[in-house]
């Protein structure tokens, strides 16, 4: 299994290819006016700035739709005409201008909205509010827009951090499978799994609703392996990676392991944010904000478990979150704090990082997704 991955991985990227990138940012915190747009080249790593593709407020997080026409942005921020609640902004995508046209806002019923997916009907996008601690999900209309929810559930209790006196729900992924929702709770320490109905959109407590998390470790990203069979969480406050298994029937977790994301003897002030699964699947990144680097780890792939590798310094500050290109040849870590997105290039046997020399300034990019025309 593992020698047809690594040659699945090695013919992805014999064949070039560009692609468009559309970047989220924070326009409350810096000179940035919203979305921007970039063209890369998986032959070199480059990235090249083709401007501002959406002026919107704070438009964080960004997910495209599997038509490729549609663009949906997170408006994080905590109150909208006076009402305490975010927002997110439909847009259409002109693949040949890269720009984008605003189709509709609706409100999340929730506040400081963080992490959007579309389903894979392309009939529903599901989110989560950070600042409530809430999920919420909502219809696609035909022509890209959206309507108002059809399902939004509260979460109620804290833990035992300064942060956690209330949930936070900070990302959601949907299964392999699709019958589920996957949302880490970084308030309340849970992983919480919903059911999904694809015909309805209406999201549901599975049973059981949640994993328990070691108190205080602040669950914030997640991301399944490619065969479906374990799940990696990113603990914020701990800065550790906590290993499951995954059962695709009952939608359910089991706890294997849980690691340091952080060089043996590092004592600083430091904070995790994104997880990414390499697409071959064996390998598993993690990024640590104020250690300012990329945790770099191999997976087992018979038993899903860790092994911790290295962290590289992403050159930049407060790597909220970074991507790996469609070619799995690059892995794009974005600075927020500094403002840059630099490029390193991933070992396909071993999985760490090389810094490619291609750093690009940019006004404080949140989030980075891939677009083929």
Same mark, same amino acid.
């Given at each position: 299994?593992? *020698?047809? /991955?690594?040659?699945? +991985?090695?013919?992805?990227? &014999?064949?070039?290819?560009?692609?468009?990138?559309?970047?989220?940012?924070?326009?409350?915190?810096?000179?940035?006016?919203?979305?921007?747009?970039?063209?890369?080249?998986? &032959?070199?790593?480059?990235?090249?700035? /083709?401007?501002?593709?959406? &002026?919107?407020?704070?438009?964080?997080?960004?997910?495209?739709?599997? #038509?490729?026409?549609?663009?949906? &942005?997170?408006?994080?921020?905590?109150?909208?005409?006076?009402?305490?609640?975010?927002?997110?902004?439909?847009?259409?995508?002109?693949?040949?201008?890269?720009?984008?046209?605003? /189709?509709? %806002?609706?409100?999340?019923?929730?506040?400081?909205? $963080?992490?959007?997916?579309?389903?894979?009907?392309?009939?529903?996008?599901? /989110?989560?509010?950070?600042?409530?601690?809430?999920?919420?999900?909502?219809?696609?209309? !035909?022509?890209?827009?959206?309507?108002?929810?059809?399902?939004?559930?509260?979460?109620?209790?804290?833990?035992?951090?300064?942060?956690? %006196?209330?949930?936070?729900?900070?990302?959601? #992924?949907?299964?392999?499978?699709?019958?589920?929702?996957?949302?880490?709770?970084?308030?309340?320490?849970?992983? *919480?799994?919903?059911?999904?109905?694809?015909?309805?959109?209406?999201?549901?407590?599975?049973?059981?609703?949640?994993? =328990?998390?070691?108190?205080?470790?602040?669950?914030?990203?997640?991301?399944?392996? !490619?065969?479906?069979?374990?799940?990696?969480?990113?603990?914020?406050?701990?800065?550790?990676?906590?290993?499951?298994?995954? #059962?695709?029937?009952?939608?359910?977790?089991?706890?294997?392991?849980?690691?340091?994301?952080?060089?043996?003897? *590092?004592?600083?002030?430091?904070?995790?944010?994104?997880?990414?699964?390499?697409?071959?699947?064996?390998?598993?990144?993690?990024?640590?904000?104020?250690?300012?680097?990329?945790?770099?780890?191999?997976?087992?792939?018979?038993?899903?478990?860790?092994?911790?590798?290295?962290?590289?310094?992403?050159?930049?500050?407060?790597?909220?979150? +970074?991507?790996?290109?469609?070619?799995?040849?690059?892995?794009?870590?974005?600075?927020?704090?500094?403002?840059?997105?630099?490029?390193?290039?991933? =070992?396909?046997?071993?999985?760490?990082?090389?810094?490619?020399?291609? %750093?690009?300034?940019?006004?404080?990019?949140? $989030?980075?997704?891939?677009?083929?025309?």
């Amino acid at each position: 299994m593992i *020698f047809a /991955l690594l040659a699945a +991985f090695t013919a992805s990227t &014999a064949a070039a290819a560009e692609y468009l990138a559309f970047s989220g940012t924070y326009t409350n915190r810096s000179s940035s006016q919203g979305i921007y747009a970039f063209r890369f080249d998986t &032959a070199t790593g480059k990235l090249t700035p /083709l401007g501002l593709a959406a &002026a919107t407020d704070n438009p964080s997080f960004l997910t495209i739709h599997q #038509n490729k026409k549609f663009l949906y &942005a997170v408006n994080e921020i905590g109150k909208y005409q006076g009402k305490d609640t975010g927002t997110v902004t439909a847009f259409a995508i002109d693949p040949a201008s890269h720009k984008l046209t605003e /189709l509709n %806002k609706v409100t999340t019923q929730g506040t400081i909205p $963080c992490h959007l997916k579309v389903d894979k009907t392309g009939r529903f996008l599901v /989110l989560v509010n950070y600042g409530s601690g809430s999920t919420a999900s909502f219809p696609i209309q !035909p022509d890209g827009k959206l309507g108002e929810a059809v399902s939004v559930q509260q979460h109620t209790g804290s833990s035992v951090g300064p942060r956690q %006196k209330g949930p936070h729900a900070h990302s959601i #992924n949907f299964s392999p499978d699709f019958r589920y929702g996957v949302v880490a709770d970084l308030g309340l320490d849970k992983v *919480f799994v919903y059911k999904f109905d694809s015909k309805s959109g209406a999201l549901t407590p599975n049973t059981p609703p949640a994993i =328990d998390l070691k108190p205080g470790s602040g669950p914030r990203h997640f991301a399944f392996h !490619p065969n479906g069979r374990f799940g990696y969480v990113i603990n914020e406050l701990a800065s550790t990676m906590t290993a499951m298994a995954y #059962n695709a029937k009952a939608g359910s977790f089991t706890e294997l392991q849980t690691l340091s994301t952080l060089p043996a003897g *590092f004592t600083g002030t430091t904070h995790t944010a994104e997880v990414v699964v390499h697409p071959s699947g064996r390998f598993v990144y993690g990024s640590n904000r104020g250690h300012d680097s990329i945790a770099v780890f191999t997976v087992d792939p018979a038993a899903g478990k860790l092994t911790f590798v290295e962290t590289t310094p992403t050159q930049g500050k407060t790597p909220r979150n +970074f991507v790996i290109d469609p070619s799995g040849q690059f892995l794009l870590a974005e600075n927020q704090d500094s403002s840059s997105i630099v490029t390193f290039r991933i =070992d396909a046997r071993t999985g760490r990082l090389t810094p490619t020399g291609e %750093k690009l300034d940019t006004p404080m990019p949140v $989030c980075l997704r891939f677009f083929s025309r």
